[in-house]
């Protein structure tokens, strides 16, 4: 049974860093590419970004640029979402999801909820 | 791309066959997925390529394509299917999603 567990979410203040971490299980985790997804009551689900299997390639929404990183641990079937320069809009669900035959999404973790506030 | 999803609230009674659109601002060939989100579950992926049905979809669904015009029909609405549904374009980045329909019961 495929499974995605995020952790890491919780009140994090505005200009804070953290690292949200998801943990994959029932599949191929180094075969497979890997994304991050966020949902928010003001932009519904919004992609924020891709790593591929072997780290080879990041894509990234443009909302999150230069301040977000994806990671992974191919040998902890870990996948990492580094967020920088937190604000209010950044505020969200945010869940991963593994890549399907192409990029659609053929599973979804539960979501860690992330509020930025002070 | 945006995804233009319609309806955005849908009332229903169980038996009865339905329907959510979604339209893209440019073309994408058939790179529309479709997903029903339900309160305390991991989003589950019901159909991609516009009309394939994943593994495990019940066959009263189904997914067309007419150009940019994309439908995901549910026939013989069950008490299950009840929920949030969503498109998504994986055409090109920024992958993007539609902004949902959800379906009570009538």
């Known amino acids: 049974e495929v499974q995605l567990v995020e952790s890491g979410g919780g009140l994090v203040q505005p200009g804070r860093s953290p690292k949200l971490s998801c943990v994959a299980s029932g599949f191929t985790f180094s075969r497979s590419n890997m994304h991050w997804i966020r949902q928010s009551p003001k932009k519904g689900l919004e992609w924020i970004g891709v790593i591929y299997y072997d780290s080879g390639h990041k894509f990234y929404a443009d909302s999150v640029k230069g301040r977000f990183t994806i990671s992974r641990d191919n040998s902890k079937n870990t996948l990492g979402l580094e967020m920088n320069s937190l604000s209010s809009e950044d505020t969200a669900i945010y869940y991963c999801a593994k890549q399907g035959g192409n990029y659609y999404f053929d599973y979804w973790g539960q979501g860690v909820m992330v509020t930025v506030s002070s | 791309v945006q995804m233009t999803q319609s309806p955005s609230y849908l009332a229903a009674s169980p038996g009865e066959s339905v329907s959510i659109s979604c339209k893209a601002s440019?073309?994408?060939?058939?790179?529309v997925a479709w997903y029903q989100e339900k309160p305390g579950k991991a989003n589950k992926l019901l159909v991609h390529?516009?009309?394939t049905l994943q593994s495990g979809t019940p066959s009263r669904f189904s997914g067309s394509r007419s150009g940019t015009d994309f439908t995901l029909t549910i026939r013989s609405l069950e008490s299950e299917d009840f929920a949030v549904y969503y498109c998504?374009?994986?055409?090109?980045?920024?992958?993007?999603f539609g902004s949902g329909t959800k379906l009570e019961i009538k």
């Open positions: 998504q374009q994986y055409n090109e980045y920024p992958l993007t």
């Open positions: 390529s516009g009309s």
């Open positions: 440019k073309s994408i060939s058939n790179n």
